[in-house]
C-alpha cells in the first residue's frame, strides 16, 4: 500500500485500518489512489445504504449547498420543517429531535428518557435507571462507554456515569427482572451490529415491548445501525410487527454525505424537552435537512427495503453453502450478515486483507467475524462474485 504523507506522523491511532487509500466511489464500487476498483461490502457501516453518490441524494445536497448550509437553531430554517414532517411520517410518530452524530441521538434518548421519568413518570430526581444489554455497541462518548462491556472501548475512560443496569441481550426476562420503580427505559439494538451482526430470539423485540408496557418503562430501539433499509423493512422493529417508544437514527439518514442524527417519538415522550434544554450548533442544519428529506423520499418508496429482503435472502443461501468450508456460523438480516470465520481459516482481519488483494472490502469484528452491509443498491450477480472471492480466500 501507498503510505499517505501525514498519516503515520500525524494522525491519532484510534483506528487500525485494512490497508487500502479509496479516492472515489459510485454506487456499490470504490476505487483506490492507483485506480483499482474494490465491491464496497460494508458501506460505512451502514452509512451508504444508498451507494455511493446516490444521484437523488448528491442532487439534492448540491442544490442546497448552493442556496444555504447552516443558520443554527438560533432562527428557523425552510427545511427543517419538512424533513422532520416527513421523518416523523416514516416513524409512526409525532416529533423529531434532530442531531448530528449517531451518539448524540444515544445521548439525547438517555436525557430524553430521564426527563421523561422524572417529570412524567414521577421517579425521584437523579434516581432513573436504564436497562441496557450486554454486547451493546451505542457510541464512543463517555456516558455511552460507560455501560459498554467491550474492555477496549471502556477500559481507562472512567469514572463513568451511574444509571445503567447491563443483562444478557435476547433474555427479555432478564429485563424484566431488572426492572424497578426507577427504570425509565430499555435501550437496545433490535440486532447487534458491532456485535456481529447479532440477531435475537424470535419473539424477544415482542416480549420487550409488552414488559416496557406492562411496567411503564419506554422502550427505546437504537436503530441507527439497523433502521432505514438494512434488514429489508424500514426498521429492524419491524420484523416482529413492533413500534418502539423512541427510534434513534443515524448513519444512513445523513445519505452517505454528512452527519444526521434524531430521536423520534410522540409528543407525550419528547415533548418533555424545554427551549435550552438541549441542543446542537449544526443539528438541524438545513443541508443536512435537505439531504435527510430525500433520504425519506427514498425510504417512502419501499424499493430499497424490498431489494434488501430479496437480496439478503439471495445472500442468506449463497453464505450458507460456506458453512463447513472456512465458514461455521452464517446471521443474515436483509442485506446484513455476520460470518464467523474457522480459526483454521484465519482471523477475521486476515480474511479481509485477503479479500482487499481480490477487490472486496468487508471489515471484521470480535477477531473471528466479518461484516457484510453492502450498499442497497447492489445486484445480486455483485454480491454472486464476491461470495465467490470469499470462497476462493477461505480454501487458502
Ligand atoms: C454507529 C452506531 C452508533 C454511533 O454512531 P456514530 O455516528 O458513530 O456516533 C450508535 N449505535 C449504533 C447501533 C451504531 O451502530
Known amino acids: 500500500m501507498r503510505i499517505i504523507a501525514g498519516e503515520d506522523e500525524h494522525l491519532a491511532h484510534n483506528y487500525h485500518p485494512l490497508p487500502v487509500v479509496i479516492s472515489g466511489g459510485e454506487g456499490a464500487w470504490v476505487t483506490d489512489v492507483e485506480g483499482k476498483r474494490y465491491l464496497d461490502l460494508l458501506s460505512a457501516y451502514s452509512a451508504l445504504n444508498f451507494g455511493h453518490g446516490h444521484p437523488a441524494i448528491l442532487a439534492a445536497a448540491q442544490e442546497q449547498l448552493g442556496r444555504l448550509t447552516l443558520t443554527s437553531r438560533a432562527y428557523h430554517n425552510d427545511r427543517l420543517g419538512p424533513f422532520a414532517a416527513a421523518l416523523a411520517e416514516l416513524c409512526g410518530k409525532d416529533l423529531v429531535l434532530p442531531m448530528n452524530t449517531g451518539a448524540e441521538a444515544v445521548e439525547t434518548g438517555i436525557k430524553v428518557a430521564r426527563a421523561w421519568g422524572y417529570r412524567v413518570k414521577g421517579v ?51 429485563i424484566e427482572a431488572a426492572i424497578t420503580p426507577e427504570t425509565v427505559a430499555v435501550l437496545i439494538e433490535p440486532i447487534q451490529g458491532e456485535a456481529g451482526v447479532v440477531l435475537p430470539p424470535d419473539g424477544y423485540l ?89 433520504v425519506v423520499e427514498l425510504l417512502q ?24 468450508h472456512g465458514v461455521t456460523a452464517v446471521r443474515v438480516a436483509g442485506l446484513w450478515a455476520g460470518v ?51 470462497r476462493t480466500v477461505l480454501a487458502g
Open 124 to 174: 425521584p430526581v437523579d434516581a432513573a435507571t436504564i436497562v441496557v444489554a450486554h454486547g451493546n455497541f451505542h457510541g464512543r462518548t463517555t456516558t455511552i462507554v460507560g455501560f459498554s462491556d467491550d474492555a477496549s472501548a471502556r477500559d481507562g475512560f472512567g469514572p463513568f456515569a451511574p444509571g445503567f443496569v447491563s443483562v444478557p441481550y435476547g433474555d427479555a426476562a432478564a
Open 340 to 390: 464467523d470465520i474457522d480459526p483454521a481459516a484465519g482471523t477475521g482481519r486476515d480474511v479481509a486483507e485477503r479479500l482487499i488483494a481480490r477487490g472486496v472490502l468487508v471489515k471484521d469484528t470480535h477477531g473471528q467475524t466479518i461484516r457484510i452491509a453492502p450498499p442497497l443498491v447492489i445486484r445480486a450477480t455483485e454480491l454472486d462474485w464476491a461470495v465467490e472471492q470469499l
Open 301 to 324: 418508496t419501499g424499493e430499497f427495503q424490498n431489494r434488501a429482503k430479496l437480496l439478503g435472502e439471495h445472500l442468506e443461501a449463497k453464505l450458507g453453502e460456506l458453512i463447513g
Open 206 to 294: 415482542r416480549a420487550v415491548r409488552d414488559i416496557c408496557t406492562a411496567h411503564g418503562v419506554l422502550f427505546i430501539a437504537d436503530e441507527i445501525q439497523s433502521g432505514l433499509g438494512r434488514v429489508g423493512e424500514t426498521f429492524a422493529c419491524d420484523r416482529e410487527g413492533v413500534v418502539p417508544d423512541v427510534y434513534l437514527l443515524g448513519k444512513a439518514l445523513g445519505g452517505g454525505i454528512l452527519p444526521v442524527s434524531a430521536v423520534v417519538a410522540d409528543r407525550d415522550v419528547l415533548g418533555v424537552i424545554r427551549p435550552g434544554e438541549h441542543g446542537s450548533t449544526f443539528g438541524g442544519n438545513p443541508l443536512a435537512a435537505a439531504v435527510g428529506l430525500r
